[in-house]
């Protein structure tokens, strides 16, 4: 599965923004995307992912109920809505593809390009 990302930009606190993921390739029902985030001088971090068969999404707890995650199926589009955006939010965000999905982070196996997201105070 290739991935691209893009949506990144620059946003005053408390706003919003939605990055968007390209999927193309061989796409199963048993398999997630996710986005990951890494802050400057910090590691990657899990955010959020959802299964392309159910929908079922699962959250980083600092952003529950101001991230949304969902997916086109007909598209092959994965969605990251980003509401309330905290300064601690900026770092570039990635998309990423796991074949099948235990919940673990290590089943993301295909990585996109990152994409900036900078929030000012």
């Known amino acids: 599965v290739q991935l691209q990302a893009s949506g990144g930009g620059l946003v005053q606190a408390g706003g919003s923004l939605r990055l968007s993921c390209a999927a193309s390739?061989?796409?199963?029902?048993?398999?997630?995307t996710g986005w990951f985030r890494q802050a400057p001088g910090k590691e990657r971090d899990f955010v959020a992912a959802?299964?392309?068969?159910?929908?079922?999404?699962v959250y980083k707890d600092s952003v529950k109920g101001r991230f949304t995650i969902s997916r086109d199926k007909a598209e092959n589009m994965v969605y990251l809505q980003m509401n309330s955006l905290k300064p601690e939010d900026t770092a570039i965000y990635y998309c990423?593809?796991?074949?099948?999905?235990?919940?673990?982070?290590?089943?993301?196996?295909?990585w996109g390009q990152g994409t900036l997201v900078t929030v000012s105070s």
């Open positions: 390739g061989r796409i199963l029902s048993s398999s997630a």
């Open positions: 959802i299964r392309w068969g159910y929908g079922t999404t």
């Open positions: 990423a593809a796991a074949a099948g999905y235990s919940g673990s982070d290590r089943d993301f196996r295909s």
